[in-house]
């Protein structure tokens, strides 16, 4: 397949006149625990051109779906918990002479060293992706994505690498901290959207990440209803369909279009490219997290630090962390509640990487006293 990369990151977004499921995703399978599936509202101007709200709308059930266990399709069980930790000694010279001595300077300007090299600041011309995770932390991390009942084979570290490509600034900018930290909390949120997990899943369900790949019961074009018949500017084309693909589960026939217009690729005639390609079903949840559509900030911006909370943005408890990303994705129906288990479920992942990435969670983790947009 042919493919026209872009360089940086569009700043257009979805325009849409009906609802979708979790912002731009519907869900790949039924909701666990029988609840009903997670859906955002849209409105559409004179012009014909829709614009796209993440304000949701529980009472708009139309071409919904939600989120499922593999162990759920498979066995009936439906998600619970795993951990990951490391450790390091340090140890001592206890010979009492002037090497000591030296080895203390030794050890200091060592430590001087990775401070140094921990907080250096950098840019997308001088860091790259892969510096912070490889295949064998891949692998640990998503453990269960190609098991009978997933199906996210095609999510691949290669798939991620060559998406990061298109939107360089992608956990490349502020320091070593910074940049891992947005990493785990993008994987954390695309984790949430396509896991597989139930509480007493193998591994504990926050190693079934990356499990779907395709909207459960929408596969061979089996869900028509994503079909929005009145954009005039992304017409469906004939005998396809626009039901959730990809790591953020891409929804409705506007929003394929225009991220097609950002990415270079025509994903209205071929919406099936989503999931066939490692590198789109990647790339359309990147362009997603990269994207400002206000009043809202890019979640990029959030987790680096760039967006700066007004003051009323501060009254109504929106704050930087890993919170705001939840509040931006599908705050309408998780944040500004105490005890969401959908929030829970996302802090659960997040908390998983950023351990095994080897870095602080920060601050603001849960969106419970977030007022939505």
């Known amino acids: ?70 162990g759920e399709a498979s066995t009936g069980e439906s998600s ?15 010979s009492g002479n002037d090497d000591s001595s030296e080895s203390g300077a030794s050890s200091e300007s060592s430590e001087s060293s990775e401070s140094s090299e921990s907080s250096a600041e950098t840019g997308p011309l001088d860091c790259a992706l892969g ?21 996210g084979s095609n999510y691949t570290l290669a798939g ?3 998406a990061g490509a298109s939107f360089p600034s992608f956990a490349c900018e502020g320091d070593a901290d910074t940049r891992t930290r947005e990493l785990a909390a993008f994987l954390a949120q695309i984790s949430h959207e396509t896991t597989g997990g139930w509480p007493a899943a193998p591994d504990g369900p926050y190693a079934w990440g990356l499990c779907f790949i395709e909207e459960v019961g929408c596969e061979n074009n089996g869900c028509p209803q994503y079909c929005d018949p009145n954009n005039v500017m992304y017409p469906c084309a004939p005998g396809k369909t626009y039901h959730g693909r990809g790591a953020i589960q891409l929804s409705w026939n506007y929003n394929y279009g225009r991220a097609g217009d950002a990415l270079g690729v025509d994903l209205l005639t071929d919406p099936d490219v989503v999931k066939n390609d490692s590198a789109l079903a990647i790339e359309t949840a990147l362009w997603f997290w990269m994207t400002e559509q206000l009043p809202k900030p890019s979640a990029h911006d959030v987790m680096t630090g760039a967006w700066v909370p007004t003051a009323q943005d501060e009254m109504l408890g929106r704050l930087p962390g890993f919170g705001m990303t939840t509040n931006i994705i599908n705050g309408g129906l998780e944040c500004n509640m105490p005890g969401n288990t959908k929030v829970a479920d996302r802090v659960g992942f997040f908390e998983r990487y950023t351990q095994m990435l080897g870095v602080s969670v920060g601050e603001n983790l849960w969106c419970d006293q977030m007022t939505s947009y």
């Open 1 to 70: 397949m042919s493919r026209v990369r872009v360089v940086g990151e569009s700043k257009t977004w979805a325009r849409a006149s009906a609802c979708v499921s979790v912002v731009v995703m519907a869900l790949g399978a039924g909701c666990p625990d029988g609840g009903q599936a997670e859906e955002a509202s849209t409105g559409e101007d004179e012009s014909g051109s829709s614009t796209m709200s993440h304000e949701t709308d529980e009472s708009n059930e139309s071409g919904s779906s939600g989120e499922s266990s593999a």
């Open 80 to 94: 619970g918990s795993a951990d990951d930790s490391g450790s390091a000694d340090d140890s001592d010279d206890s």
């Open 131 to 151: 510096d912070l995770i490889d295949q064998a932390l891949w692998d640990a991390m998503f453990l269960h994505k190609a098991d009978q009942g997933c199906s």
């Open 160 to 162: 991620l690498l060559e």
